[in-house]
């Protein structure tokens, strides 16, 4: 800590479009005036970036080739050096060995890593080095519950280590805005009568969007009305568009790849699915929540602790069509239900998942690693 201020580094694979960058954006954008960020990504810079306005905020890419470059680990810690920070956050696997190499290397006082979703505890070298590599790690920050499990059970890390972190939604931008339900179908390509069920997300196969197309046309022979629409871009696009044009003229998914104004787009929404076979706690599911939205998610990761079967949501099992077909088939019959849904999903977000509670856990971990250092 200098001049009473905290410096921050975040290690990231990459600053793209994803939850994790979206969870860095947002704790960075709020932070108070004492804390100064600096994003490392270990590949190259995405368009997070530009999502930041926090003045202050550093940022830097150390362009790795991917695979065993070891060079990465010392371009990084010549950067660390330069730096100064007092506590290094790593995030993820792809970037806990290099980023807690680099430390070592630099002298940086405090290594932090986070889980925030799909894990590799299954394999056994991987265990391997997440268990030698609890040694030089200070603290480990988790998005959910069942993370923090995972890090105890498998890996053996006391739980006084673990913080329980979980991501928080802007509910000034996610929120219902029904006035802009007809403007935002208009833009999309959906029709008014059209019972719209979509998902946001990167376009990669643990997102299960080919499960949800495959549900989106079950439901479809059974209510013509039902449409999909899957905002985001990846390098699943080629196969699920050749999914979506299967059928020839009948499109019941429709494909618009990355948008910057997804809280103005969600009004289009009447459920959101989040088909996912592996999660931490999904941002996307956060922010259809805020925006008074229905939800239907696989019951994997950390959705069961956002999403409750019969409480604020329905739970259907990961990689499996007709469960989730069958949930929209009941959302599109039952009026009720959706408002009732809707209601208990804006107001829990308004309440307790506010990205000011979010921001002022991390401030609270940060500044007490830092005085007990």
């Keep these: 800590m200098k001049n009473g201020s905290s410096h921050i580094a975040h290690v990231v694979w990459s600053f793209d479009i994803g939850g994790t960058e979206n969870g860095i954006v947002n704790l960075i954008n709020h932070h108070n005036s004492r804390f100064k960020s600096s994003v490392i990504a270990l590949t190259t810079l995405g368009l997070s970036k530009d999502r930041v306005f926090k003045d202050g905020a550093g940022f830097y890419q150390m362009e790795s080739r991917g695979g065993n470059d070891v060079r990465v680990i010392f371009r990084l810690a010549k950067l660390l050096r330069e730096l100064k920070p007092d506590i290094l956050h790593s995030r993820g696997w792809g970037t806990y060995f290099e980023s807690a190499m680099a430390a070592k290397l630099s002298g940086v006082p405090l290594l932090v890593h986070g889980e925030h979703g799909t894990t590799y505890f299954d394999r056994r070298r991987r265990l391997w080095a997440y268990r030698w590599l609890r040694h030089v790690t200070s603290h480990y920050t988790v998005v959910s519950k069942n993370l923090g499990d995972m890090l105890q059970q498998k890996i053996g890390i006391d739980s006084g280590k673990i913080s329980y972190l979980p991501n928080g939604v802007d509910?000034?931008?996610?929120?219902?805005?029904?006035?802009?339900?007809?403007?935002?179908?208009?833009?999309?390509?959906?029709?008014p009568k059209d019972f719209v069920v979509g998902s946001v997300g990167r376009l990669v196969e643990v997102k299960g969007f080919d499960v949800l197309i495959g549900a989106l046309k079950r439901a479809r022979q059974y209510h013509k009305t039902v449409r999909g629409i899957i905002i985001g871009d990846g390098p699943e696009r080629g196969k699920l568009e050749r999914l979506v044009n299967a059928d020839g003229r009948d499109k019941a998914v429709l494909l618009p790849g990355n948008r910057d104004n997804v809280h103005d787009l969600l009004p289009a929404f009447d459920v959101f699915v989040c088909s996912s076979h592996s999660e931490g706690t999904s941002n996307t599911i956060l922010e259809a929540m805020a925006s008074g939205l229905p939800v239907i998610a696989t019951r994997v990761g950390g959705n069961p602790e956002l999403i409750q079967e019969s409480k604020n949501g329905k739970l259907v099992s990961a990689n499996n069509f007709t469960e989730i077909a069958s949930a929209i088939i009941d959302l599109k019959e039952n009026d009720k239900m959706r408002s009732r849904l809707s209601k208990i999903n804006f107001e829990h977000c308004k309440e307790k998942r506010s990205i000011k509670a979010m921001v002022g856990s991390y401030e609270e971990l940060y500044c007490r690693l830092i005085s007990m250092n």
């Design 171 to 191: 509910t000034e931008k996610f929120k219902p805005q029904p006035e802009r339900r007809n403007e935002a179908r208009k833009e999309l390509g959906l029709g």
